[in-house]
Each structure stands twice: as C-alpha cells, then as structure tokens.
C-alpha cells in the first residue's frame, strides 16, 4: 500500500493505471509538521491507496 495527496488527481491517476486502487481513506495532512514541507494550500490529505498482489 502507499499514500499519496489526493489533490494531485494526475498522480492518483498514474498509481490507478499501475493497478493500485483508491480505498477512500483519508489521513488530514501534518500541517505542523515541517518534514513534509510548507503547504502551498488548505484542505489537504493523504489517501491510501492498495495494490493487490496476484
């Protein structure tokens, strides 16, 4: 499995054509957590995204 920011649907979209699959899973951001940067916008969020292995 692996998160990625939901905002950036064209990266959503790249794991989705590699067989991961949106769950729906939503983790808020870490705005005060300076390891993942300063945020250039509210209202983000990781989603979780699985792959299943077959």
């Known amino acids: ?3 990625v920011i939901s905002a950036r649907e064209e990266l959503v979209a790249f794991y ?5 699959r949106r769950t729906g899973v939503l983790t808020p951001f ?3 957590d ?3 940067g ?3 916008r ?3 969020a990781f989603e ?3 792959k299943p292995l077959v």
């Open 1 to 3: 499995h692996m998160t």
């Open 16 to 20: 989705e054509r590699r067989g991961y």
């Open 30 to 32: 870490p705005y005060d």
């Open 34 to 36: 300076e390891r993942f």
């Open 38 to 40: 300063l945020p250039q």
């Open 42 to 44: 509210p209202g983000l």
């Open 48 to 50: 979780l995204l699985i």
